[in-house]
């Protein structure tokens, strides 16, 4: 297979070569494994790379699954896997290796998704930008290599969007697949919690903010991949609601007339660039002309400081339960060169919070779920911008300097409108509906009540078919 053709389908179309004996594991294999090498440096997007092991696994291959055997990236997320080591973006944790995978990574494999690399990530997941030291340089945006690539499911978004592969593993818990899809142009859904299992080394991620799932060039592959991986895991503390039969074949039946409002404003007051809210406009326009109810609205009334500051505090809780696990099993004191100046600082800011910081914290998750999910008794889903900017600039947002609070209310300035839907557990995604002159995309982001990730990708599937953008794949040209 020509690499062209291979980067030109989505991974269902792949799929579907594989079922017809028209291409065999091994070619696809090759054909990641080639842009992978030709366009990942540029992009700095990929880390523990497994080139040859993972061409004689797709060489030994045995076909099964909704993706048969198609090529796939895990983000260096600390999701296990026995033949992936992970970071987590940070020195400290370089090289954590895993006695077993976790029960998302071998679902991934079920649904014939096999993984030849990793994905950056800034240290420890906590930044909306990709530019960990550990990585030896930023994540570039594959449309613009001055801009960065979102995080923190970054290295995941740009391999995506420069055609690496079809779909990725994310993972967000304040925007980290959305933001990046945004930034990059491609499809990025957030599921409701707990319905993609976190087993076996943990229950939830951050207070019950995480949630692990894909980014695509199509919103069908991410329909198919939530099929594959969405269903109860033994021990969970959080259920969803129950899902369909299968997304992907809720796709082809007849749209249903749904009501979205649609947002322009941010909370607090954070400024919004007119790109951003054109971009919404767009989308509003296209939801009118298929017939959806739309009408305007705007955030209902939270505290969004307060908001803010219980995300950092369980944030920096989280930073000292890894450092100090990993201090525990070396028996070394902490370094200077351990961790980021922001990391470090948000080490020292968590050894001081008390467990009464936490419980407030997460009281403050739950509250905002309920204000939400009252306000969403009116509404289908939300039309509002995935970012309150265009992609930024590298170095805009740094971890180089400054306090942890100050780096997380500058991180909640950027991601306005994602993180508050991880406190509510809602699905949200974000959409490359639309492009500036320059060629920058622009993300809209659709949520939907708890549990229902189907109106979410209904909606989305409208809307790409509307306005398609699966042909854009990036060609990162330097350094």
């Known amino acids: ?171 967000d818990g304040g925007g980290s697949i959305r933001i990046p899809a945004a930034a990059c142009g491609v499809y990025g859904l957030k599921v409701s919690r707990g319905r993609v299992p976190m087993g076996p080394f943990r229950g939830e991620g951050w207070g019950g903010l995480a949630t692990d799932g894909v980014l695509s060039r199509s919103v069908r592959d991410t329909a198919a991949a939530l099929d594959a991986i969405a269903a109860p895991e033994p021990g969970a503390p959080y259920a969803a609601p129950a899902a369909p039969a299968s997304y992907l074949k809720l796709l082809a039946e007849p749209s249903r007339k749904r009501r979205i409002v649609v947002w322009r404003s941010a909370w607090h007051g954070v400024p919004v660039a007119p790109e951003c809210i054109a971009a919404v406009e767009r989308a509003a326009e296209l939801c009118r002309a298929l017939g959806h109810e739309v009408v305007d609205g705007a955030p209902p009334d939270i505290d969004y400081e307060a908001f803010v500051l219980a995300h950092a505090n369980v944030l ?75 992609p930024l600039k590298l170095g805009e947002l740094s971890t180089a300097g400054g306090t942890f609070l100050d780096f997380r209310r500058k991180v909640a300035s950027y991601g306005t409108f994602a993180a508050a839907f ?30 229902r990730e189907d109106v979410v990708l209904a909606l989305s599937a409208e809307l790409e078919t509307a306005q398609p953008w699966a042909g854009r794949i990036a060609v990162p040209r330097t350094a």
Not at 113 to 128: D, G, K, Q, Y
Not at 357 to 371: E, K, L, M, P, T
């Open 1 to 171: 297979m020509r690499d062209t053709e291979y980067q030109a389908l989505d991974g269902l179309a792949l799929a579907d070569l594989l079922a017809r004996r028209e291409v065999g594991a091994e070619d696809l294999m090759a054909c990641a494994i080639r842009l992978a090498r030709e366009r990942a440096p540029a992009l700095n997007a990929l880390c523990y790379e497994r080139y040859e092991e993972s061409l004689a696994v797709a060489r030994a291959w045995r076909q099964a699954g909704t993706f048969r055997a198609i090529p796939f990236l895990l983000k260096d997320s600390g999701l296990a896997h026995t033949r992936f080591p992970s970071s987590l973006g940070s020195r400290l944790l370089n090289d954590t290796a895993y006695p077993r995978n976790a029960t998302l990574a071998d679902r991934f494999e079920a649904a014939g998704l096999i993984a030849f690399a990793r994905t950056t990530v800034p240290e420890f997941c906590m930044a909306p930008t990709t530019e960990a030291r550990r990585n030896g340089g930023p994540t570039r945006n594959p449309w613009d290599l001055s801009r960065s690539s979102g995080g923190s499911s970054g290295g995941a978004a740009a391999a995506v969007a420069a055609g690496i592969v079809p779909l990725a593993h994310g993972s």
């Open 316 to 390: 920096a809780g989280n930073i000292v339960v890894s450092v100090d696990t990993r201090l525990g099993l070396t028996g070394q004191p902490v370094r200077d060169d351990d961790l980021e100046p922001v990391l470090r600082q948000g080490y020292d800011y968590g050894k001081g919070l008390s467990a009464a910081h936490y419980i407030a914290s997460v009281n403050r998750f739950h509250a905002i779920g309920r204000i939400l999910d009252s306000y969403m008794e009116g509404y289908d889903a939300i039309l509002s911008p995935s970012l309150t900017q265009l």
């Open 422 to 451: 991880n406190a509510s557990g809602q699905p949200a995604a974000s959409l490359p509906l639309v492009w500036t002159d320059a060629g920058l995309p622009v993300g809209v982001q659709v949520v939907g009540r708890y549990g």
